[in-house]
Every structure is written in structure tokens, then in C-alpha cells.
């Protein structure tokens, strides 16, 4: 069972490039997240869409772009890269927005220098 | 999403039950209590969710007070995997409306430490 796959795992970047981290899911899901979570806290959100073609802004969305053309991809879009941005990305899946379960991927692990 | 209170950590012992409690005291009627928890290195991964009455799975038991006030996680036979965070968060069941931010929020949570 793939569920949510997140690539790359592992990734550096010098301040000022940029990178698209890739998201897809095979369960069908209609909902789809990117949370990025910093040493000893939570993760926080930073962009959700509800299905294809619609996406809309969560907690810390700036300096980060996102779009869904298909129901299995989700991409994060990462312009112009910040030491700010160095932290832990999931992507994470669920059907609808009710008390669903909601299933996340093994992370990515970006640093910016 | 409505805030919870955990503690910060706790400690137990392997092959003891453990009781991780959780409140929520603005908890509206529509709030669905999720369970989380995020081994080291890893996602989070769901544990347990419910809205009125106690629930079991396979994983753990889900207390939630009569007033829905708060919650209690209750892991029955603690292992050495089970040492992980575990976030309670409140989910609203609400339709997309076009605007504000959807998912959970997720605070610090509860640091579980299992002792041999």
C-alpha cells in the first residue's frame, strides 16, 4: 500500500534557489495538505485544496506556492529559498473534510544555506 | 479549530497502561476529538477520533468526558514502540466554504517516554 509518497526525502538548497517538493497519493482522496514542522513543535499548515483546481492558503503560506491539477498530485512550490524555510515537510491526504482519518507521508527534510 | 491542553511529558513504564488526558474546554458540538500520534522521524499517524461516546480500536481507548470538557488516551499495555508525541487536536466537521484554513492544528502534544 503506497498511500502518501513525498519526494525528495532529503534535500539542501542554497538561499535564493528554488524547488518543488512532490506529493501524490493513489487512494483517491479529495483533501490534500502541506504542513511543514519546525524542532520540538507542531506542524503547522501552509496550503490545502479540497480537489482539483482548488487550493487555498493555510497558517504560514508565504514564501510558498501550490497547485492541483489532478486529484493525485499535490506539489509545494518553494520561490526564492530562506534559511526560514529550512524545516520538515509533510504532505498528508483524507477524503473529506469530516472526522476522517487523515494520512500523512514520511516527510521531506529541506535545509536552506 | 478549537485549542487543547496537553502536558507536556509523561512517563511510564513498559507493559503498564497509560492514561494521556487532554482538554477542551471550548470544544463546540460539532468537534470531532482526534488522536495522533508521530514516532521519531516520521509522520504523524492517526490513533483514534470520536464526538460523544468512548471508543476502542485496535491501537487504544478513547475516554471522553460526559460535558466533552476534555479526553483521556488510555494506551492498555505500553511498549517501547509506543514512545512517541501524541497531539489531541479537535477537528470540526465543517464543508469547504472558500475561505480560512481546513486540516488539523496541531499544538506540541504530549511527549511519551516508556521506561524499560
Known amino acids: 500500500n503506497a498511500g502518501v509518497t513525498q519526494t525528495p526525502k532529503f534535500r539542501i538548497l542554497k538561499i535564493g534557489q528554488s524547488m518543488t517538493l512532490q506529493c501524490t497519493q493513489d487512494m483517491n482522496h479529495n483533501y490534500m495538505y502541506w504542513y511543514r514542522q519546525d524542532p520540538g513543535m507542531g506542524l503547522k499548515l501552509i496550503y490545502y485544496?479540497?480537489?482539483?483546481?482548488?487550493?487555498d492558503k493555510g497558517e504560514v503560506p508565504n514564501g510558498y506556492n501550490v497547485s492541483r491539477s489532478t486529484t493525485e498530485d499535490f506539489p509545494l512550490r518553494l520561490e526564492l529559498a530562506a534559511p526560514s524555510q529550512t524545516s520538515v515537510y509533510f504532505c498528508a491526504s483524507n477524503k473529506d473534510s469530516s472526522g476522517n482519518t487523515i494520512y500523512f507521508g514520511e516527510g521531506s527534510w529541506l535545509t536552506v544555506v | 479549530d478549537a485549542k487543547t491542553t496537553q502536558p507536556n511529558s509523561m512517563e511510564s513504564n513498559e507493559e503498564e497502561p497509560v492514561h494521556l488526558p487532554c482538554n477542551h474546554s471550548?470544544?463546540?458540538?460539532?468537534?470531532?476529538i482526534h488522536w495522533y500520534r508521530q514516532l521519531p522521524s516520521q509522520g504523524p499517524e492517526y490513533v483514534i477520533h470520536?464526538?460523544?461516546s468512548n471508543v476502542n480500536n485496535r491501537m487504544a481507548s478513547l475516554a471522553i468526558a460526559e460535558d466533552r470538557k476534555s479526553s483521556t488516551l488510555i494506551l492498555h499495555r505500553a511498549t517501547l514502540r509506543d514512545a512517541a508525541v501524541y497531539y489531541c487536536i479537535l477537528r470540526a466537521t465543517l464543508l469547504y466554504s472558500g475561505g480560512g484554513a481546513d486540516g488539523l492544528t496541531f499544538g506540541k502534544g504530549t511527549h511519551l517516554i516508556i521506561q524499560p
Open positions: 470520536g464526538l460523544t
Open positions: 485544496s479540497v480537489g482539483a483546481g482548488i487550493t
Open positions: 471550548t470544544i463546540s458540538g460539532t468537534d470531532y
